[in-house]
């Protein structure tokens, strides 16, 4: 199995722009969709990319994914950031057998 | 409006057993994938377990093969989660999500496992 490595920890003003990143350790980033969800405490995590770069009805485009082939990795970019963007990001993806893998988590902190 | 009902969760000692379930409502359900993720306290969400759509193949992580079993009954709209064996570290918040790996949609509010003695 492969790991996904995601910094413990970011944070950024109102209004700029944060990336989280999520490394993939072992198999090629590209090979199968990468996917990130939000999670504020207490609540259930929301779904906001999917399939690399795709964004949910009701996510804001401030929200966009992308993955970087020479790095082997996955990106969050989220930009005007709102103090409702404070939450834990997670990113998954999977392999040929079949089994999820979960990035460790980005606690985001707007100040 | 879909939505994903947990149910099933409570108090158990070490090496009992639970079933959760999950109401969907709201989709075909008998169209998609399902899974299931745990968040243990203090740590990061862990993927459990996905079925497909027809229940004809099941996968699972590591750490919970051979002691939980996924299935689902289309004809209630209903995914289960039997847990067996359970251990101190199985304690978390146990989530339905609907879809495939890589496009995971809807969540469903969790319900709580407890392993202690």
């Known amino acids: 199995n492969f790991m996904l490595t995601q910094p413990h920890s970011v944070s950024e003003s109102p209004g700029k722009t944060v990336t989280i990143s999520c490394t993939r350790s072992?198999?090629?980033?590209?090979?199968?969709?990468v996917q990130w969800f939000q999670q504020r405490p207490g609540s259930s995590p929301r779904t906001v990319i999917y399939?690399?770069?795709?964004?949910p009805s009701g996510v804001p485009d401030r929200f966009s994914g992308s993955i970087d082939r020479s790095s082997n990795s996955a990106s969050l970019t989220i930009s005007g950031l709102k103090t409702e963007d404070e939450a834990d990001y997670y990113c998954?993806?999977?392999?040929?057998?079949?089994?999820?893998?979960f990035g460790g988590g980005t606690k985001l902190t707007v100040l | 409006e879909v939505q994903l009902l947990e149910s099933g969760g409570g108090l158990v000692q070490p090496g009992g057993s639970l079933r959760l379930s999950c109401t969907a409502s709201g989709f075909t359900f008998y169209s998609y994938a399902m899974n299931w993720v745990r968040r243990a306290p203090g740590k990061g969400l862990e993927w459990v377990s996905v079925?497909?759509?027809?229940?004809?193949?099941?996968y699972y992580a590591d750490s919970v093969k051979g002691r939980f079993t996924v299935s689902r009954d289309n004809s209630k709209n209903t995914l289960y989660l039997q847990v067996n064996s359970l251990r101190a570290e199985d304690t978390a918040i146990y989530y339905c999500?609907?879809?495939?790996?890589?496009?995971?949609?809807?969540w469903g509010q969790g319900t709580l496992v407890t392993v202690s003695s």
């Open positions: 999500a609907k879809g495939n790996l890589g496009q995971l949609d809807y």
């Open positions: 399939e690399d770069d795709q964004r």
């Open positions: 998954l993806s999977y392999d040929s057998s079949i089994q999820g893998v």
């Open positions: 079925i497909s759509d027809s229940g004809g193949s099941t």
């Open positions: 072992s198999g090629r980033i590209a090979s199968n969709y």
